[in-house]
Protein backbone atom coordinates (compact mmCIF):
# COMPACT_ATOMS: atom_id res chain seq x y z
CA UNK A 1 0.00 0.00 0.00
CA UNK A 2 1.06 3.31 -0.73
CA UNK A 3 -0.48 5.78 1.78
CA UNK A 4 -0.46 5.27 5.57
CA UNK A 5 -3.12 5.69 7.58
CA UNK A 6 -3.76 5.53 11.53
CA UNK A 7 -5.80 3.30 13.01
CA UNK A 8 -8.92 5.00 14.00
CA UNK A 9 -11.55 4.26 16.91
CA UNK A 10 -15.12 4.28 15.84
CA UNK A 11 -16.59 7.68 17.18
CA UNK A 12 -19.61 8.05 19.71
CA UNK A 13 -21.59 8.23 16.62
CA UNK A 14 -20.45 5.35 15.20
CA UNK A 15 -20.95 3.56 18.00
CA UNK A 16 -24.50 4.78 18.81
CA UNK A 17 -25.57 4.04 15.36
CA UNK A 18 -24.12 0.75 15.33
CA UNK A 19 -26.29 -0.07 18.37
CA UNK A 20 -29.10 1.03 17.26
CA UNK A 21 -28.80 -0.81 13.76
CA UNK A 22 -28.08 -3.82 15.75
CA UNK A 23 -31.89 -3.16 17.76
CA UNK A 24 -33.72 -2.51 14.52
CA UNK A 25 -34.61 -6.37 14.18
CA UNK A 26 -35.82 -6.79 17.71
CA UNK A 27 -37.85 -3.19 17.74
CA UNK A 28 -39.47 -4.25 14.10
CA UNK A 29 -39.77 -7.62 15.13
CA UNK A 30 -41.96 -6.88 18.29
CA UNK A 31 -44.13 -4.15 15.67
CA UNK A 32 -44.95 -7.25 13.89
CA UNK A 33 -45.46 -9.45 16.75
CA UNK A 34 -47.72 -6.96 18.45
CA UNK A 35 -50.04 -6.60 15.16
CA UNK A 36 -50.22 -10.00 14.67
CA UNK A 37 -51.05 -10.54 18.28
CA UNK A 38 -53.79 -7.48 17.77
CA UNK A 39 -55.17 -9.39 14.72
CA UNK A 40 -55.24 -12.91 16.58
CA UNK A 41 -57.63 -11.50 19.04
CA UNK A 42 -60.06 -9.51 15.93
CA UNK A 43 -59.72 -13.33 14.51
CA UNK A 44 -61.04 -15.11 17.53
CA UNK A 45 -63.64 -12.37 17.98
CA UNK A 46 -62.71 -12.21 22.06
CA UNK A 47 -65.23 -8.57 21.88
CA UNK A 48 -63.59 -8.66 26.11
CA UNK A 49 -60.62 -6.37 25.96
CA UNK A 50 -58.35 -8.40 25.65
CA UNK A 51 -57.14 -6.78 22.32
CA UNK A 52 -54.00 -4.55 22.14
CA UNK A 53 -55.50 -0.75 22.27
CA UNK A 54 -54.40 1.67 19.36
CA UNK A 55 -51.91 3.59 21.64
CA UNK A 56 -49.91 0.80 22.25
CA UNK A 57 -49.14 -0.44 18.72
CA UNK A 58 -48.66 3.36 17.90
CA UNK A 59 -46.20 3.12 20.64
CA UNK A 60 -44.58 0.40 18.97
CA UNK A 61 -44.32 1.52 15.87
CA UNK A 62 -43.26 4.84 16.53
CA UNK A 63 -40.30 3.52 18.46
CA UNK A 64 -39.58 1.51 15.52
CA UNK A 65 -39.47 4.93 12.99
CA UNK A 66 -37.43 7.28 16.45
CA UNK A 67 -34.90 4.91 16.23
CA UNK A 68 -34.55 4.70 12.09
CA UNK A 69 -34.95 8.62 12.37
CA UNK A 70 -31.98 8.84 15.09
CA UNK A 71 -29.85 5.84 13.36
CA UNK A 72 -30.02 8.03 10.33
CA UNK A 73 -28.96 11.10 12.05
CA UNK A 74 -26.33 9.30 13.49
CA UNK A 75 -24.90 7.73 10.58
CA UNK A 76 -24.53 11.82 9.08
CA UNK A 77 -22.28 12.60 11.70
CA UNK A 78 -20.54 9.91 11.16
CA UNK A 79 -19.88 10.59 7.58
CA UNK A 80 -19.09 14.67 8.41
CA UNK A 81 -15.31 15.99 7.81
CA UNK A 82 -12.94 15.67 5.41
CA UNK A 83 -12.28 12.71 3.01
CA UNK A 84 -9.85 10.12 3.23
CA UNK A 85 -7.20 9.76 1.25
CA UNK A 86 -7.17 6.75 -1.54
CA UNK A 87 -5.40 3.52 -0.50
CA UNK A 88 -3.63 1.55 -3.62
CA UNK A 89 -4.09 -2.49 -3.03
CA UNK A 90 -3.85 -4.97 -5.42
CA UNK A 91 -7.19 -6.20 -7.53
CA UNK A 92 -9.45 -8.54 -5.83
CA UNK A 93 -9.69 -10.95 -8.68
CA UNK A 94 -7.95 -12.23 -11.95
CA UNK A 95 -8.80 -12.28 -15.49
CA UNK A 96 -11.92 -10.40 -17.69
CA UNK A 97 -14.00 -8.26 -15.69
CA UNK A 98 -16.30 -5.65 -15.35
CA UNK A 99 -17.38 -2.96 -13.05
CA UNK A 100 -20.59 -1.86 -11.05
CA UNK A 101 -22.01 0.68 -8.82
CA UNK A 102 -18.26 2.39 -9.16
CA UNK A 103 -17.43 5.22 -6.88
CA UNK A 104 -15.77 6.37 -9.87
CA UNK A 105 -18.76 7.74 -11.35
CA UNK A 106 -20.50 8.34 -7.78
CA UNK A 107 -19.93 8.72 -4.08
CA UNK A 108 -21.72 6.67 -2.38
CA UNK A 109 -21.32 4.40 -5.09
CA UNK A 110 -24.12 2.20 -3.92
CA UNK A 111 -26.41 4.94 -2.67
CA UNK A 112 -25.71 5.18 1.25
CA UNK A 113 -22.62 5.50 3.25
CA UNK A 114 -23.78 3.08 6.04
CA UNK A 115 -21.56 0.09 6.53
CA UNK A 116 -18.53 1.25 5.45
CA UNK A 117 -19.71 1.36 1.80
CA UNK A 118 -18.85 4.99 0.35
CA UNK A 119 -16.53 3.80 -1.91
CA UNK A 120 -17.56 -0.36 -2.51
CA UNK A 121 -17.59 -1.43 -6.19
CA UNK A 122 -19.20 -4.53 -7.29
CA UNK A 123 -17.74 -6.52 -10.55
CA UNK A 124 -19.27 -9.33 -12.57
CA UNK A 125 -17.32 -11.87 -14.64
CA UNK A 126 -17.07 -11.37 -18.48
CA UNK A 127 -15.96 -14.73 -20.13
CA UNK A 128 -12.69 -14.44 -22.60
CA UNK A 129 -13.43 -14.45 -26.07
CA UNK A 130 -15.09 -15.91 -28.20
CA UNK A 131 -17.12 -17.75 -25.31
CA UNK A 132 -20.66 -16.53 -24.87
CA UNK A 133 -21.63 -13.52 -23.23
CA UNK A 134 -22.74 -13.93 -19.53
CA UNK A 135 -26.28 -13.80 -19.64
CA UNK A 136 -28.42 -10.72 -20.26
CA UNK A 137 -31.20 -9.06 -17.77
CA UNK A 138 -34.50 -9.78 -19.66
CA UNK A 139 -37.44 -10.70 -19.06
CA UNK A 140 -37.13 -14.80 -19.66
CA UNK A 141 -36.24 -16.87 -17.65
CA UNK A 142 -37.34 -15.10 -14.24
CA UNK A 143 -34.31 -16.35 -12.34
CA UNK A 144 -31.35 -18.60 -13.52
CA UNK A 145 -28.85 -21.08 -12.13
CA UNK A 146 -25.43 -19.92 -10.40
CA UNK A 147 -23.77 -21.60 -12.63
CA UNK A 148 -24.82 -19.97 -15.60
CA UNK A 149 -22.51 -16.92 -14.69
CA UNK A 150 -18.84 -16.74 -15.48
CA UNK A 151 -18.28 -15.43 -12.00
CA UNK A 152 -19.95 -17.77 -9.87
CA UNK A 153 -17.06 -19.52 -8.19
CA UNK A 154 -14.06 -17.66 -9.02
CA UNK A 155 -11.19 -17.27 -6.77
CA UNK A 156 -11.08 -13.95 -4.42
CA UNK A 157 -8.09 -12.70 -3.61
CA UNK A 158 -6.24 -10.86 -0.57
CA UNK A 159 -5.20 -7.44 -1.82
CA UNK A 160 -2.59 -6.63 0.70
CA UNK A 161 -0.49 -9.21 3.14
CA UNK A 162 -3.05 -9.06 5.66
CA UNK A 163 -4.52 -10.58 8.93
CA UNK A 164 -7.81 -12.04 8.87
CA UNK A 165 -10.69 -10.49 11.47
CA UNK A 166 -13.71 -11.58 10.00
CA UNK A 167 -15.59 -14.76 8.88
CA UNK A 168 -19.12 -15.54 7.70
CA UNK A 169 -19.32 -18.37 5.57
CA UNK A 170 -22.52 -20.46 5.94
CA UNK A 171 -25.57 -18.35 4.00
CA UNK A 172 -26.85 -20.84 0.94
CA UNK A 173 -26.43 -19.34 -2.67
CA UNK A 174 -29.69 -18.16 -4.00
CA UNK A 175 -30.87 -18.58 -7.44
CA UNK A 176 -30.77 -15.10 -9.47
CA UNK A 177 -32.61 -12.32 -9.54
CA UNK A 178 -31.38 -10.67 -12.57
CA UNK A 179 -34.91 -10.29 -14.81
CA UNK A 180 -37.27 -7.67 -14.95
CA UNK A 181 -39.91 -10.17 -13.61
CA UNK A 182 -37.55 -11.34 -10.53
CA UNK A 183 -36.91 -7.31 -9.78
CA UNK A 184 -40.44 -6.51 -7.23
CA UNK A 185 -39.64 -9.73 -5.22
CA UNK A 186 -35.79 -8.84 -5.12
CA UNK A 187 -36.77 -5.11 -3.90
CA UNK A 188 -39.23 -6.92 -1.07
CA UNK A 189 -36.66 -9.23 -0.36
CA UNK A 190 -33.93 -6.44 0.45
CA UNK A 191 -36.36 -4.61 2.94
CA UNK A 192 -36.55 -7.32 4.72
CA UNK A 193 -32.75 -8.02 4.31
CA UNK A 194 -32.11 -4.48 5.73
CA UNK A 195 -34.40 -4.75 8.42
CA UNK A 196 -32.52 -8.00 9.43
CA UNK A 197 -29.12 -5.83 9.28
CA UNK A 198 -25.71 -6.26 7.85
CA UNK A 199 -25.13 -9.80 7.98
CA UNK A 200 -28.35 -10.64 6.11
CA UNK A 201 -27.02 -7.93 3.41
CA UNK A 202 -24.16 -8.92 2.16
CA UNK A 203 -24.12 -12.85 3.04
CA UNK A 204 -21.04 -14.76 3.44
CA UNK A 205 -18.38 -12.36 3.81
CA UNK A 206 -14.36 -11.81 4.67
CA UNK A 207 -12.75 -8.81 6.47
CA UNK A 208 -9.07 -8.36 6.16
CA UNK A 209 -6.52 -5.62 8.33
CA UNK A 210 -4.39 -4.35 5.87
CA UNK A 211 -2.52 -2.61 8.51
CA UNK A 212 -2.53 1.13 9.46
CA UNK A 213 -6.03 1.56 9.97
CA UNK A 214 -7.51 -0.02 6.57
CA UNK A 215 -9.85 -2.90 6.66
CA UNK A 216 -10.60 -4.76 3.17
CA UNK A 217 -14.19 -6.05 2.92
CA UNK A 218 -15.45 -9.00 0.08
CA UNK A 219 -19.07 -9.81 0.29
CA UNK A 220 -21.78 -12.24 -1.48
CA UNK A 221 -19.15 -14.96 -1.24
CA UNK A 222 -20.19 -18.51 -1.96
CA UNK A 223 -21.22 -20.65 0.89
CA UNK A 224 -18.00 -23.22 2.35
CA UNK A 225 -15.38 -21.35 -0.06
CA UNK A 226 -13.80 -19.50 3.16
CA UNK A 227 -10.24 -20.81 2.80
CA UNK A 228 -8.77 -18.78 5.78
CA UNK A 229 -10.14 -18.40 9.67
CA UNK A 230 -10.12 -15.47 12.15
CA UNK A 231 -6.52 -14.61 13.11
CA UNK A 232 -4.64 -16.15 10.19
CA UNK A 233 -1.83 -14.39 8.18
CA UNK A 234 -2.83 -14.42 4.16
CA UNK A 235 -0.14 -13.02 1.28
CA UNK A 236 -0.96 -10.54 -1.31
CA UNK A 237 -2.64 -12.85 -4.23
CA UNK A 238 -3.93 -15.73 -1.88
CA UNK A 239 -6.99 -17.03 -2.72
CA UNK A 240 -9.37 -16.26 0.54
CA UNK A 241 -12.41 -17.55 -1.20
CA UNK A 242 -14.88 -17.93 -3.63
CA UNK A 243 -16.75 -15.41 -5.45
CA UNK A 244 -20.75 -16.64 -4.96
CA UNK A 245 -24.65 -15.32 -4.72
CA UNK A 246 -25.44 -14.78 -1.32
CA UNK A 247 -27.10 -11.52 0.59
CA UNK A 248 -28.78 -8.69 -1.37
CA UNK A 249 -27.40 -10.02 -4.74
CA UNK A 250 -28.82 -10.17 -7.81
CA UNK A 251 -26.28 -12.78 -9.75
CA UNK A 252 -22.95 -13.96 -8.78
CA UNK A 253 -20.49 -10.82 -8.61
CA UNK A 254 -17.82 -9.57 -5.99
CA UNK A 255 -18.58 -6.66 -3.74
CA UNK A 256 -15.51 -5.16 -2.71
CA UNK A 257 -14.91 -1.86 -0.22
CA UNK A 258 -12.51 -0.61 1.56
CA UNK A 259 -13.37 0.97 5.26
CA UNK A 260 -11.55 2.30 8.48
CA UNK A 261 -12.75 0.18 10.87
CA UNK A 262 -13.36 -3.74 11.19
CA UNK A 263 -16.93 -3.58 11.97
CA UNK A 264 -18.63 -2.31 9.34
CA UNK A 265 -21.39 -0.92 11.30
CA UNK A 266 -19.07 1.88 12.95
CA UNK A 267 -17.07 2.16 9.93
CA UNK A 268 -16.27 4.85 7.23
CA UNK A 269 -15.53 3.75 3.79
CA UNK A 270 -12.17 4.24 2.37
CA UNK A 271 -11.41 4.85 -1.59
CA UNK A 272 -9.20 2.75 -3.27
CA UNK A 273 -7.29 2.10 -5.80
CA UNK A 274 -5.87 -0.99 -8.02
CA UNK A 275 -2.78 -1.41 -8.46
CA UNK A 276 -2.27 -1.42 -12.62
CA UNK A 277 -6.47 -0.78 -12.69
CA UNK A 278 -7.13 2.15 -11.22
CA UNK A 279 -10.67 2.47 -10.39
CA UNK A 280 -12.87 1.48 -13.10
CA UNK A 281 -16.04 3.29 -14.45
CA UNK A 282 -19.77 1.63 -14.54
CA UNK A 283 -19.96 -0.95 -17.68
CA UNK A 284 -16.11 -0.14 -18.33
CA UNK A 285 -14.59 -3.85 -18.64
CA UNK A 286 -10.58 -4.52 -17.37
CA UNK A 287 -8.39 -7.13 -17.47
CA UNK A 288 -6.02 -8.57 -14.54
Not at 71 to 88: M, N
Not at 118 to 138: K, L, M, N, S, T
Not at 200 to 222: E, F, I, P, R, S
Request: charged share 20%.
Amino acid sequence: MTTTRRPVRPSRPARAAALVGRLRPALYALVVALVLADLGAEVADLGDGRGLSGRVLLAAAGLALAAEALRAYLTRAVHRGPEPAAVEVAPPVTGRWSALNSPADKVPSHGVRAYGQAYAIDVVREPEPPREPRPAFGWWPPVRRNRDFPAFGEPVLAVADATVVRVRDGRRDHLTRSSYPALLPFFVEASFRDLAGFGALVGNHLVLDLGDGTYALYAHLKRGSVTVREGERVRTGQVVARVGNTGNSTEPHLHFQLMDAADPCTARGVPFAWRGVGVPRNEETFTV
